[in-house]
């Protein structure tokens, strides 16, 4: 299978320079590719966008400082566009899973830049990384690559800082798992909550968030185009970034030890889309990064060789006893503990539903949506009164 090992490097001045002129010639071939495909009727192939937009532009005034760079990352935005095609058309005929794939949009300037090289565009020479027509580049090696790359991608964030990403080839790891399965419920205050009865809180980020928003506030008063307002920016961009890292090193080792500890791994499908449209918790529900959770725990299933049951978003978790299984209905977000009508157990809300996540998925419970013989107890119902009905019944089947 294959997986990215990420890298931070650190350009000279002049090597800098030439990146940026790298970024910005992938980008312009990349948007007039994208035009010349707007105005066609038909899709062109790959190989025509690059005779078209590479070969014969370098022959052009306007275009002939493309010949200045390397010419493997400029071919591969070509191929980058066709695949984003590809996705777009298998998106909208359904052939391609997951939230729908826009048509493909022009790059812009002040993002995240990017530059990808294959085989004969880079080696890798005494801890350095050479790039073609760029040099050796210092890199801060933070692991061993496990294989040789057969790809590598120069990012520039909005940060300023330059990253490699190298493609390799790994091999799933095989670690005995501690426990059979485990649920979790994800929410905001107690981030996930196990079935294990353990509760994980994410990091504080509110004096970052406090920052930020501090910042932001400077930036808006700033005019347009000046150099105070550049470095507002860049602060602001470096607090948001901060805050980035520290949410995806919390999650990532999050994940990481429930997956290598338990061979299933039970998660809740939720509806994040429909509830960032709460005005009151979608700053809350949109920091909590619940999507890149998920994410994070299917990749790393494959690499050790896990299972991720998603369990129906329906399913009434918050309703329904973990012992007993009898429903009580719905509760407000208020209640947080609940002692059950039906076998008088205390429960914490985000721990019963934790458990259920856990029997729905493995499957030791079906469906609890349907509520016929599930949500009936066992106790046999017995009436103080006699039938009325039943009385009726037997008068009019008395003889005459």
Same mark, same amino acid.
């Given at each position: 299978?294959?997986?990215?090992?990420?890298?931070?490097?650190?350009?000279?001045?002049?090597?800098?320079?030439?990146?940026?002129?790298?970024?910005?010639?992938?980008?312009?071939?990349?948007?007039?590719?994208?035009?010349?495909?707007?105005?066609?009727?038909?899709?062109?192939?790959?190989?025509?966008?690059?005779?078209?937009?590479?070969?014969?532009?370098?022959?052009?005034?306007?275009?002939?400082?493309?010949?200045?760079?390397?010419?493997?990352?400029?071919?591969?935005?070509?191929?980058?566009?066709?695949?984003?095609?590809?996705?777009?058309?298998?998106?909208? /005929?359904?052939?391609?899973?997951?939230?729908?794939?826009?048509?493909?949009?022009?790059?812009? @300037?002040?993002?995240?830049?990017?530059?990808?090289?294959?085989?004969?565009?880079?080696?890798?020479? /005494?801890?350095?990384?050479?790039?073609? @027509?760029?040099?050796?580049?210092?890199?801060?090696? /933070?692991?061993?690559?496990?294989?040789?790359?057969?790809?590598?991608?120069?990012?520039?964030?909005?940060?300023?800082?330059?990253?490699?990403?190298?493609?390799?080839?790994?091999?799933?790891?095989?670690?005995?798992?501690?426990?059979?399965?485990?649920?979790?419920?994800?929410?905001? @205050?107690?981030?996930?909550?196990?079935?294990?009865?353990? *509760?994980?809180?994410?990091?504080?980020?509110?004096?970052?968030?406090?920052?930020?928003?501090?910042?932001?506030?400077?930036?808006?008063?700033?005019?347009?185009?000046?150099?105070?307002?550049?470095?507002?920016?860049?602060?602001?961009?470096?607090?948001?970034? *901060?805050?980035?890292?520290?949410? @995806?090193?919390?999650? !990532? *080792? =999050?994940?990481?030890?429930?997956?290598?500890?338990?061979?299933?791994?039970?998660?809740?499908?939720?509806?994040?889309?429909?509830?960032?449209?709460?005005?009151? =918790?979608?700053?809350?529900?949109?920091?909590?990064?619940?999507?890149?959770?998920? !994410?994070?725990?299917?990749? *790393?299933?494959?690499?050790?060789?896990?299972?991720?049951?998603?369990?129906?978003?329906?399913?009434?978790?918050?309703?329904?006893?973990?012992?007993?299984?009898?429903?009580?209905?719905?509760?407000?977000?208020?209640?947080?503990?609940?002692?059950?009508?039906?076998?008088?157990?205390?429960?914490?809300?985000?721990?019963?539903?934790?458990?259920?996540?856990? /029997?729905?998925?493995?499957?030791?419970?079906?469906?609890?949506?349907?509520?016929?013989?599930?949500?009936?107890?066992?106790?046999?119902?017995?009436?103080?009164?006699?039938?009325?009905?039943?009385?009726?019944?037997?008068?009019?089947?008395?003889?005459?």
């Amino acid at each position: 299978m294959k997986a990215r090992y990420q890298y931070r490097v650190y350009p000279t001045d002049q090597q800098r320079k030439r990146l940026g002129q790298l970024f910005g010639c992938v980008r312009v071939v990349y948007n007039d590719a994208l035009a010349l495909c707007k105005k066609s009727e038909k899709l062109p192939k790959n190989s025509e966008l690059q005779k078209q937009c590479i070969t014969q532009a370098k022959k052009t005034e306007q275009r002939a400082w493309l010949s200045e760079v390397s010419n493997i990352p400029l071919q591969q935005s070509i191929i980058d566009l066709g695949t984003a095609y590809k996705n777009f058309f298998d998106s909208k /005929s359904g052939k391609r899973k997951g939230k729908k794939v826009g048509y493909p949009r022009f790059k812009k @300037k002040h993002n995240q830049q990017s530059a990808r090289f294959r085989k004969g565009g880079f080696s890798i020479k /005494s801890n350095k990384v050479y790039l073609a @027509k760029i040099g050796l580049l210092k890199t801060k090696w /933070s692991r061993e690559l496990p294989s040789e790359p057969s790809s590598v991608t120069v990012i520039k964030d909005r940060v300023n800082r330059y990253f490699l990403s190298f493609v390799v080839e790994i091999e799933p790891e095989i670690i005995a798992p501690k426990n059979e399965s485990i649920g979790i419920d994800l929410g905001i @205050k107690i981030f996930a909550a196990l079935s294990t009865s353990e *509760k994980v809180y994410a990091p504080n980020y509110s004096k970052l968030e406090r920052k930020i928003r501090r910042t932001q506030r400077r930036l808006s008063k700033r005019q347009k185009g000046s150099k105070k307002r550049e470095l507002i920016r860049i602060k602001l961009a470096k607090l948001k970034a *901060k805050l980035a890292c520290i949410r @995806k090193d919390f999650l !990532d *080792k =999050l994940s990481t030890r429930l997956i290598t500890e338990n061979q299933i791994v039970c998660l809740e499908d939720l509806n994040v889309s429909g509830m960032l449209k709460n005005r009151k =918790l979608s700053r809350a529900i949109s920091e909590s990064g619940w999507r890149m959770f998920r !994410d994070m725990c299917e990749a *790393k299933a494959n690499k050790y060789g896990r299972d991720v049951h998603i369990i129906d978003r329906w399913q009434p978790t918050s309703q329904v006893c973990s012992e007993c299984h009898y429903r009580w209905g719905k509760l407000d977000l208020s209640v947080r503990e609940i002692v059950c009508v039906n076998c008088h157990t205390r429960h914490c809300r985000d721990i019963n539903s934790a458990k259920l996540i856990d /029997s729905i998925g493995v499957g030791h419970i079906h469906d609890l949506k349907r509520t016929g013989k599930r949500c009936k107890t066992a106790i046999v119902a017995v009436s103080d009164e006699p039938s009325t009905r039943k009385v009726e019944w037997e008068q009019l089947s008395l003889p005459i």
